[in-house]
């Protein structure tokens, strides 16, 4: 299984940095595409528990304020989301199977929760003129934090953190995840500093505090999916990621890193 993750990830991390690299279109497009799987899965998710949300809508949701966050200057955000709230809602009322109403919510919060989080990517990636070096900051943050937390946790970890969510955390490995993930993110910020020569804003002690603040707090979209993925009884939320499960398992905790970091940068570190 660890080889599996390895290899997958030497597949996958380069694709990642080359999209954020890249940015733009490039960047959109991948984030639609992975969030658009991860919808699909939280759809499948929610009718192995017995509901019926609507993936198109959902689907739909997503994209459209994937866009908003892309062509601000469009104002997609209004009206997808009234849009969404009515259409959705008429749909329930001619495809009715068991519980409309639950069904219509979680039509809408399934395309809402990817797309308000994932938007914060965009907008992180978007922001001038040194985004690029605080998306490769944030990015790679909560990944490293899960590193230290997953070798720790399991070479020393005694005490569950959450246990029936997710039994295989520990409090000793989440706590080394958060060191982890506070001096490398620290040592990120500076190397991408020196790298853009007084072009950004990003330091390491900017990215110290980052680091610690994500690793302390994006766990939290980790455990949220394995709510959901007991409700439903399942282990993951899809295998379409060799040894990584399904594309909302690997995204859970990125898109909390993204609205943390992109608050972040906007309110304590844009122009100083």
Partial sequence: MLRTRLLTAVVLVPIVALAIWVGGFAFLALLAIL????????????????????????????????LDAHFTEWGLLR??????????????????????????????????????????LILLRMIEPDGLWWTLTVVPSIMLADSGAYFVGRAWGRHKLAPTLSPGKTWEGYIAGVVTGGLLTGLLGTLWSMVADGGTTLNGMHGLVLGVVIAAVAP?????????????????????????????????????????????????????
């Fill in 79 to 120: 009206p997808a989301l009234t849009l969404t709230l009515l259409g959705s809602l008429a749909w329930q009322l001619f495809h009715r199977e068991g519980s409309p109403v639950a069904d219509w919510s979680l039509t809408v919060v399934g395309g809402l929760y990817l797309g308000m989080t994932g938007a914060c």
């Fill in 220 to 272: 939290l979209g980790d455990l949220a999916v394995s709510m959901i993925k007991r409700s439903a009884n399942v282990k993951d939320s899809g295998s379409i990621i060799p040894g990584h499960g399904g594309a909302l398992d690997r995204v859970d905790s990125v898109l909390w890193a993204a609205v943390i970091g992109y608050f972040y940068v906007i309110w304590f570190a844009s122009g100083s």
């Fill in 35 to 66: 969030l658009a799987l991860a919808e699909i899965e939280f759809c499948q998710l929610a009718r192995r528990d017995g509901y019926h949300p609507a993936i198109f809508i959902g689907v739909g949701l997503l994209w459209l304020l994937l």
